[in-house]
Each structure stands twice: as structure tokens, then as C-alpha cells.
């Protein structure tokens, strides 16, 4: 949109992470300062029945979930699905999988549990298949309460931290997917703001191995209020 286009603001004169808001007004959003609130519309949601364990376990897939193209005997090529989580999270892991008919093999790593997830249940197409390209596929939209409040719970409980009671932030370096997470919890009733920051440098270290970042990080905020 242009620099006049008005939108309805909210101003804020905290913190990052520690809000203070002013009433709303309607601004240019070119007089829009970095960590104001831009008012959205709530999307209400649908009501397609979905089982909730397998909205669970995409949401879980949106978090910690990635595929990757195998070959064998040289021209075969085939995807395959994987999910992992911290050790102590690996039960409630591996009993949406079985209620949701998708428990396969897994593997035990040093630092989390891996599970292979069956490819015909992941709508790769619609959701990425990898960090940067992930995003929310739009049929989540128009399932039933019940099973949006489980995608959402998915992806919290493996990407999210509680910073207080009924606040949790989530990072990712997709923006779709956190424009859609924000859109899925702002249809539960729940408030939930983007934050985009740059990174200082591309560079980093996992377990002796360098790595490559993302320039750009985008947090989310959920909040129940």
C-alpha cells in the first residue's frame, strides 16, 4: 500500500516485549514507527471436522518438521518426511503419531528423538518443505475449533516459550508462517503480534559445525488476553 494509506494504530511507547500501548487512531501507515500495533481483522475460523491428532501433529511438522529427496539405485528418487523433539517431549510425540495412524520408525540422537512421518499425510505442496519456505496451509482455516486449537498447540509445543503466564513467543525465519500461525491463534480469540529482526551476521556454530543463518528472524507473540 501507499505511505497514506490509513490503518488503525496503536502507538507504543514500551519496550520490546513489554508493550505500552495508546488508544487507537487512524495514522498514514508511513507515520508508523517500528514496534507499533497495526490493528487486523480476528478471522473467524471454520467448521470442517478434522481429528485433532492429526492437526497436532502438522502443527508439530510447522515446528520441528523438515523432507528431504532420496535417491536409490541411482535414479529412484523418493520424499521422506521426518519430525523431531526433545527427548522429554518424545511420549506425547509419539502418541499423536499413533492416534493419528502415523507412527513409523525413530531414532535416538544425542540431543532429540527423530521420527520418519508417512508422506502422504503431510500436504508438502501447501506447506514447505523446509525452514524459509514453510508456511500454513489454508484448509487450516477452515477447520473446526477443535482442531485449530490442536494445529495451534502443535506448533507452540514444539516451537514455542511461555515468557508468562498466558503469553508464549515462537521464532521462525519463514514470514508466512508466522503471518499464519498469527492468523490461526487470532481466529481462537487469542492476540498475536509479528516482530521482525535483523541479524548482525549469517554466521554460527551448532556442535562444531558452522552454519548459515538467516538474515531476517520473525517473533511471534501469542497472548490470551
Known amino acids: 500500500c501507499s505511505d497514506d494509506h490509513p490503518y488503525l494504530v496503536r502507538r507504543n511507547t514500551g519496550k520490546p516485549g513489554y508493550p505500552i500501548l495508546e488508544e487507537p ?5 508511513g507515520q508508523t ?21 492429526s492437526a497436532y501433529v502438522l502443527g508439530r511438522f ?21 519430525l523431531c523433539c526433545a ?6 510425540v509419539r502418541e ?7 507412527l513409523m520408525a525413530e531414532r535416538e540422537y544425542p540431543t532429540v528423538t527423530q521420527f520418519s512421518v508417512p508422506v502422504r499425510s503431510i500436504p508438502f505442496d501447501e506447506v514447505g518443505g523446509h525452514a524459509r519456505t514453510k508456511r500454513v496451509p489454508g484448509k487450516v482455516m477452515s477447520w473446526d ?18 515468557v508468562k503466564p498466558g503469553v508464549v513467543t515462537a521464532n521462525t525465519v519463514s514470514r508466512e508462517l508466522a503471518y499464519g500461525i ?15 529482526y535483523e541479524r548482525s551476521s549469517t554466521d554460527a556454530e551448532i556442535q562444531g559445525r558452522k552454519v548459515n543463518i538467516a538474515p531476517v528472524r520473525y517473533e511471534l507473540r501469542i497472548s490470551d488476553e
Open 182 to 196: 498469527a492468523h490461526v491463534a487470532r481466529s481462537l480469540g487469542k492476540t498475536a503480534a509479528v516482530y521482525a
Open 25 to 29: 487512531e487512524w495514522l498514514p501507515i
Open 62 to 82: 510447522m515446528a520441528d518438521g523438515w523432507t528431504v529427496v532420496k535417491t536409490q539405485r541411482k535414479t529412484q528418487r523418493h520424499r521422506a518426511a521426518y
Open 145 to 162: 475449533r477443535e482442531a485449530r486449537t490442536a494445529f495451534l498447540s502443535g506448533y507452540l509445543d514444539g516451537d514455542g516459550h511461555e
Open 87 to 92: 527427548h522429554g517431549e518424545a511420549d506425547t
Open 96 to 102: 499423536a503419531l499413533a492416534e493419528a495412524d502415523m
Open 33 to 53: 514507527s517500528p514496534g507499533d500495533y497495526i490493528c487486523l481483522p480476528a478471522l473467524d475460523g471454520g467448521t470442517v471436522p478434522h481429528a485433532p491428532a
